[in-house]
């Protein structure tokens, strides 16, 4: 049986992709002309992680089961905060030890991927 969606879950996936919207469009048309091509690419980067994820996590909010899949909706909130947060802050200017934040962000969210697999396989644990 699969868990329902609750308001906070809801919150949060909206949260999700409209940041990633917003950004996305913030990188297109405000830092167009602000940032070098590699700082513009780290934005393009932390964007597409970003959406990618917004709709990792309105799966799992929708699809997970129990408790692997509340933990998979964790792992994607805050790997989308670690990953794509830290390279936006790297790509406006961030000292560089910001990027020792980036593979956290990159491990929560292969733990999330893990998660929301084994929710979908195992059903109620």
């Known amino acids: 049986m699969r868990q329902p969606v609750t308001t906070r879950m809801g919150v949060l996936v909206g949260v999700a992709g409209a940041s990633a919207v917003l950004l996305g469009a913030f990188g297109a048309h405000g830092l167009r002309s602000v940032l070098d091509a590699p700082r513009l690419e780290l934005w393009h980067t932390a964007v597409n992680y970003h959406v990618w994820h917004a709709l990792a996590l ?11 899949g509340r933990l998979a909706i964790t792992a994607f909130g805050l790997g989308i905060v670690l990953f794509s947060g830290s390279l ?22 292969i733990a999330g991927w893990i998660a929301l697999g084994w929710s979908l396989s195992r059903g109620n644990d």
Do not use: D, E, F
């Open 58 to 68: 309105a799966l799992a909010a929708t699809l997970g089961r129990g408790r692997s």
């Open 88 to 109: 936006y802050a790297l790509a406006l200017g961030a000292p560089r030890w910001t990027g020792v934040v980036t593979p956290l962000g990159g491990l929560a969210l």
